[in-house]
């Protein structure tokens, strides 16, 4: 991998949120490193943008180090690979859903920032990005896995905000509500419908709005740090209250 171009390097960019940042940031004249564990599909996607495919698997020890050994320089590092697996009661919960969640959003978080960060700052203007999610600063029934995974999420980066105070490195957290991505499928274990009636009756965010705000934080000025940016559809106003037609 050899560019004169600012280096992004993209977690779970094989759809999704991912996906379309890859492609914002391509067009922004970043260089993009495209990391997913559906590999074909990020080599497909980085031959349309001229970026660079590493498969990924952030709950894999190995596949964090093989992938940050093979990233020489990186300028942004976007944490997006993540999810939520189940929608159970606290006094209902698969225990293994909630490692599957903690071990994606928060210590996969963890091993590629903390792997990355130093590349990140030999830069000289390094930014990380994390999309969490307004579950980070909400709750809800049968959310308590994937909330309690996304306040952990929330609490590390916002920590390396004032670990790193006075590094060239600026950090931005991006807390989308409802998003009509793979990621409500992935919840309900492949249920499309169910997953479809999460969004009926108003119009959620796509991956397309996230990635325009991505875009424009890691494109500010050297000195302007957007440190939180919540954004949700007009109709939605908490993570339990939206307007439906």
């Keep these: 991998m050899s560019t004169q171009s600012p280096i992004a390097v993209v977690t779970?960019?094989?759809?999704?949120?991912?996906?379309?940042?890859?492609?914002?940031?391509?067009?922004?004249?970043?260089?993009?490193?495209?990391?997913?564990?559906?590999?074909?599909?990020?080599?497909?996607?980085?031959?349309?943008?001229?970026?660079?495919?590493?498969?990924?698997?952030?709950?894999?020890?190995?596949?964090?180090?093989?992938?940050?050994?093979?990233?020489?320089e990186a300028n942004v590092l976007v944490n997006n690979a993540g999810g939520a697996f189940g929608l159970e009661r606290v006094d209902a919960a698969d225990e293994d859903n909630w490692r599957r969640m903690w071990e994606t959003n928060v210590i996969?978080?963890?091993?590629?920032?903390?792997?990355?960060?130093?590349?990140?700052?030999?830069?000289?203007?390094?930014?990380?990005?994390?999309?969490?999610?307004?579950?980070?600063?909400?709750?809800?029934?049968?959310?308590?896995?994937?909330?309690?995974?996304?306040h952990a999420q929330s609490a590390l980066h916002r920590t390396l905000r004032t670990e790193e105070l006075g590094q060239p490195v600026r950090f931005t957290e991006v807390l989308p509500g409802m998003v009509e991505t793979e990621f409500s499928v992935v919840r309900f274990d492949g249920d499309a419908e169910r997953a479809a009636n999460v969004y009926q009756g108003l119009k959620p965010l796509v991956a397309d709005d996230v990635a325009d705000v991505i875009a424009f934080a890691v494109t500010r000025p050297w000195h302007v740090n957007l440190d939180q940016i919540v954004m949700k559809p007009r109709a939605q106003a908490s993570a339990t209250r939206a307007h439906r037609d």
Excluded: M
């Design 12 to 72: 779970g960019a094989s759809s999704g949120i991912g996906e379309a940042t890859a492609r914002r940031l391509a067009a922004e004249g970043f260089h993009v490193v495209l990391g997913a564990r559906r590999f074909d599909r990020i080599k497909a996607i980085a031959a349309e943008i001229d970026g660079t495919p590493l498969a990924l698997d952030v709950t894999d020890v190995d596949s964090v180090a093989a992938f940050t050994d093979g990233i020489a």
């Design 108 to 150: 996969g978080t963890l091993r590629l920032t903390k792997a990355l960060l130093p590349k990140l700052i030999a830069s000289g203007n390094g930014h990380v990005v994390t999309v969490t999610s307004i579950a980070a600063q909400e709750l809800y029934d049968g959310g308590a896995g994937y909330t309690s995974a996304k």
